[in-house]
């Protein structure tokens, strides 16, 4: 029998080791959201919506303890190791105040901090649980690498590009503007999978070659006859589903569903994902205000994609609080962690600003990660704007209202 190939394997300087099952302080309980009437509604054991403030490491402590294998999907958008600062403008004087420091010292650092934490994280994973990694051009091969030494290169589902596209970046000389993000889809065996169809809206004035009309007025397509046996041939000329062509070759027709000036064509969606516009073209309904923050478009195209209702969806570095948002709306439950302090309070006004919010426990983290595990320190505090741009997404400043039960500012807490 041939010896098993080793696991491929990333090294870097101080790498560090999965940190040991550990029974980590309580978190604190902050409070019920929204408040219920009856003080018996707010038990700590229903429901499971959870959001927790603090470093992510202890969270997914606590986490191995009470959910292990347990979690559906999880959707990760850590830092990009830009090496920038991350402003918004959520105070009452609207002068920009940090969200959080994607600063490293290198990317030894960087990899220190995500390893323990995808390592941690696969051990909540349900059986046939789903992992979302999102990354850019720069760490997407790094977090693949580290995904295939923790999981298999087996437990590759997908790499789907999101090419959001339009914002007039510039060309750097010798290559192609960068235009997109890369979403690494893991998974410990055979997710749930739901293929997800886009409908492109033909004009009928200006119907493209393969869409055809009857002589009913009917909109359809064709497809080869394939291994269609003679017996349903038959059976699909009575419904009026047999074309044919010039030649007398048959072929099936596919019916499309019409209005009064379009037809409307199904097209299933492959791994590039271009119809997703990013938050600068997001209607200004949807923007928090917290930067590098995603379209609810894209959350909710990846939890139809591989999640069922009454599924447990889980982000670890959630911060304007997506995914928390659109898992609650497609009837998911949810987790959620944050370190930074705008992220949970911007987290915390969108879930309750939503109509369809269900009741939610918030938790304190209190104990601090090891140096190694997290970025250079500097307290959230209010700056003089500069000209920094960040990578992936630009920073929007609309204000959402403050919450007065959200958790005070502290100088010590940030996002990772």
Request: glycine share 4%; with cysteine; proline share 11%.
């Amino acid at each position: 029998m041939p010896a098993k190939t080793p696991p491929i394997t990333l090294l870097w300087p101080n790498k560090p080791s999965l940190p040991p099952p550990s029974n980590p302080p309580d978190p604190q309980h902050l409070g019920t959201f929204p408040t219920p009437s009856d003080p018996s509604e707010a038990s700590l054991h229903t429901p499971p919506n959870a959001l927790y403030h603090g470093d992510n490491l202890l969270a997914l402590q606590h986490l191995r303890c009470s959910h292990a294998q347990q979690i559906d999907l999880i959707y990760l958008d850590p830092p990009f190791a830009t090496g920038r600062i991350f402003r918004t403008r959520q105070t009452p004087s609207n002068s920009p105040i940090t969200a959080y420091r994607d600063t490293w010292s290198d990317k030894a650092q960087f990899l220190s901090m995500l390893y323990p934490r995808l390592c941690c994280i696969t051990e909540l994973l349900s059986p046939h649980g789903v992992l979302i990694v999102h990354t850019d051009t720069r760490f997407s091969s790094y977090v693949a690498t580290l995904l295939f030494e923790i999981m298999g290169e087996e437990s590759l589902q997908n790499e789907i590009i999101w090419s959001y596209g339009g914002r007039g970046a510039k060309a750097h000389a010798g290559q192609f503007p960068r235009n997109h993000d890369t979403l690494l889809v893991f998974s410990k065996g055979t997710p749930t999978y739901h293929r997800q169809d886009r409908i492109l809206r033909h004009p009928k004035a200006q119907l493209p070659k393969h869409i055809l009309i009857d002589e009913q007025g009917h909109p359809f397509k064709t497809s080869p006859r394939g291994d269609y046996t003679d017996q349903s041939i038959d059976r699909l000329a009575l419904e009026g589903r047999i074309y044919y062509t010039r030649n007398r070759q048959i072929r099936i027709k596919y019916f499309l569903e019409h209005d009064k000036h379009h037809v409307l064509e199904p097209k299933h969606i492959g791994d590039v994902w271009d119809d997703i516009p990013d938050m600068m073209h997001c209607p200004r309904t949807e923007r928090s205000g917290y930067p590098t923050q995603k379209p609810l478009a894209l959350l909710e195209r990846l939890l139809r994609s591989w999640s069922n209702e009454g599924d447990t969806v889980a982000d670890l570095f959630c911060g304007s609080g997506t995914t928390l948002l659109a898992a609650q709306r497609l009837k998911r439950r949810w987790i959620g962690a944050d370190q930074s302090d705008i992220a949970i309070q911007t987290t915390q006004h969108r879930l309750l600003q939503d109509p369809t919010c269900p009741t939610f426990h918030l938790y304190r983290l209190n104990e601090a990660a090891t140096p190694h595990e997290q970025p250079t320190h500097e307290q959230p505090t209010h700056e003089q704007p500069t000209h920094e741009q960040p990578s992936h997404e630009q920073p929007t400043h609309e204000q959402p209202s403050h919450d007065p039960s959200a958790p005070p500012l502290s100088s010590t807490k940030r996002k990772r």
